[in-house]
């Protein structure tokens, strides 16, 4: 993902990531920035969803582990459907590696490596 581009401000993957605004894990949030992606290419510009959860766990056990993955996969479907043109895993200390590396996989096979970034 490179070039010009409008890159959101970070999006929640799940109710009660404590951020303002639509998420993308529901209808009305993906419709909701349906929007605001159709407002952009309208401008021929393209636009990223920064997708984003609190990980507010200091540890997640497998089944929190796999919550987390599938809560990103679902967002990702939602930014797919809205009409983002890619999305970015906004990164956190909180997020292990292995977990991280879970996310990564599940955006990358909604969207496919060129169209998936990190913050």
């Known amino acids: 993902m490179s070039g010009n581009r409008i890159i959101t ?23 909701s920035w349906r929007l605001h992606v159709d407002e952009a290419h309208a401008r021929s510009q393209p ?3 920064q ?4 990980f507010a766990a200091e540890a997640l056990d497998a089944d929190a ?3 987390l993955v599938d809560a990103f996969r ?3 479907e939602g930014a797919s459907d809205a009409g ?8 956190s200390p909180r997020l292990t590696h292995p977990c991280r590396d ?3 996989e599940a955006l990358v ?11």
């Open 9 to 31: 401000e970070p999006i929640a993957v799940a109710p009660g990531c404590g951020l303002a605004g639509p998420g993308l894990y529901d209808a009305e949030g993906v419709n």
């Open 47 to 49: 636009i990223v969803a």
């Open 51 to 54: 997708l984003w959860h609190p």
């Open 65 to 67: 582990q796999e919550a």
């Open 74 to 76: 679902v967002a990702a």
């Open 84 to 91: 983002f043109d890619g999305v970015a895993l906004v990164e």
């Open 102 to 104: 879970q996310v990564l």
């Open 109 to 119: 096979a909604v969207w496919g490596a060129s169209r998936v970034g990190q913050r």
